[in-house]
């Protein structure tokens, strides 16, 4: 330990950080330095990065701005640390969780350990069952605009340590530069895409939305996945209170529901009386709406309010499938075919297969659509001849039924 440095910080913590930061992988910064270069002087870039951090020395070097498309339409923008930003910002999360993640409450499930966003969906189905009514908010523009002096006053609020406070304090502030060059200074907000800013957006909206709904309405049952929320309601006439005061709080705390993703939803399963503007919402890339469902124990069917893969998700698959090109990959047997595809599929089938999978039967049958176009590409015999390229595939589907992940899963989807 050195007791000539202001701050005392381990160089273990620093080596840990770096080791976090290299299994997410991520983008090179401004400056234009990936992993592998960091790693070309590993040693001295972890100890000067140390030096610095415990001297109080450090300070962040402007995010780099990244336009990435939403599922939805328009554009997001991420803020890119740099790499050795990003091990310093691990540093200090190592350090700074621990201290707030026992004071979230259950209902919050986004960017925490050991919470999923399967758990949410989980939890809104049941819930849904139970209430008639659904408020489906959506804050606009979240990282971007959390006011600074509100979410420093909450982070003190759980440490006194001095060189927390400090490094937050210098990358709320840090400059972001744009794709051109230009360099736009920040006054508030938590860039998306640093690694400290997730747990410094639930920690303001644990304030913001959280714990105040608990104090104010202790029955209320909600429900918040970072930056989308929702709070069930009995009546129509309590979804709409709960509209008004909650609109109020967030323009208080300096953030602005959503006008177009903020709803209020009928959710009611059986038989319904009258007629309702919305009686379907988007959750975490789950539709929940009213389907025809299967009694197994029963063998009968009935009405019910359930999720299953959204339409935009759908499209989004298609949408990689098409990327991906895969009727171009003639050099690849289809051993290899089903080895590059299976952990993309998988993660599909891990995800939205959870609740109504039969929904994803499109997916696998655009998947089998491009094997079917990669067969006629690859072997003459088949070149002009769709239906017997279906057939061969067909044939090894039966054959190799665990070839593919969505074979494996029981869901071949057909070749047509």
């Given amino acids: 330990m050195n007791k000539t440095k202001s701050f005392i910080i381990s160089k273990w913590d620093v080596v840990q950080a770096y080791r ?3 299994a997410n992988h991520g983008a090179a910064g401004v400056d234009k330095q990936s992993i592998s270069d960091f790693e070309a002087n590993l040693r001295g870039n972890l100890y000067k990065l140390w030096n610095r951090l415990s001297s109080g020395s450090y300070f962040p070097p402007p995010v780099k701005a990244v336009a ?3 599922k939805t339409g328009g554009e997001r923008i991420l803020g890119i640390p740099t790499v050795s930003d990003r091990i310093a910002q691990m540093v200090i999360r190592l350090t700074f969780e621990p201290l707030v993640e026992p ?3 259950p209902d919050s499930y986004g960017y925490r350990p050991n919470k999923s966003a399967i758990d949410a969906i989980g939890v809104t189905r049941q819930r849904c069952w139970n209430n008639n009514w659904v408020l489906e908010f959506d804050i606009k523009g979240l990282f971007d605009n ?3 002096d509100l979410l420093l006053k909450a982070v003190d609020k759980h440490t006194d340590n001095p060189w927390i406070r400090l490094y937050i304090e210098r990358w709320l502030t840090a400059p972001m530069q744009r794709a051109d060059g230009e360099i736009t200074a920040r006054g508030k907000g938590t860039p998306q895409g640093g690694v400290i800013s997730p747990v410094l957006a639930n920690l303001f909206l644990h304030y913001v939305f959280d714990k105040w709904l608990q104090k104010h309405f202790p029955k209320t049952l909600w429900c918040r996945y970072a930056d989308d929320g929702l709070v069930h309601c009995r009546t129509e006439a309590e979804a709409k209170y709960m509209l008004a005061v909650l609109k109020e709080r967030f323009e208080a705390c300096g953030l602005e529901m959503h006008p177009l993703k903020t709803k209020i939803v009928y959710c009611k399963d059986g038989s319904r009386k009258g007629q309702y503007e919305n009686t379907e919402f988007d959750f975490l890339s789950y539709t929940f709406r009213r389907r025809l469902c299967k009694n197994r124990k029963r063998n009968s069917m009935f009405i019910n309010f359930t999720p299953a893969v959204s339409k935009s998700a759908l499209k ?8 991906l090109r895969i009727r171009m990959a003639t050099e690849l047997s289809i051993a290899q075919l089903a080895k590059w595809l299976n952990p993309i599929i998988n993660g599909w089938i891990g995800y939205y297969g959870r609740f109504t999978r039969s929904a994803l039967y499109g997916m696998c049958r655009h998947v089998n659509k491009a094997l079917v176009r990669w067969a006629r590409r690859k072997f003459k015999p088949l070149r002009r001849h769709k239906t017997k390229a279906m057939k061969f595939l067909e ?3 039966k054959q190799n039924p665990y070839l593919f992940a969505h074979w494996r899963a029981g869901m071949v989807g057909g070749f047509a």
């Avoid at 989004?316 to 990327?323: A, C, E, G, T, V």
């Fill in 20 to 22: 976090l930061v290299k």
């Fill in 395 to 397: 044939g090894i589907s």
């Fill in 103 to 105: 004071h979230f409450l």
């Fill in 146 to 148: 959390i006011p600074h």
């Fill in 68 to 70: 990435i498309p939403k």
């Fill in 316 to 323: 989004s698959m298609r949408l990689k499938i098409r990327k």
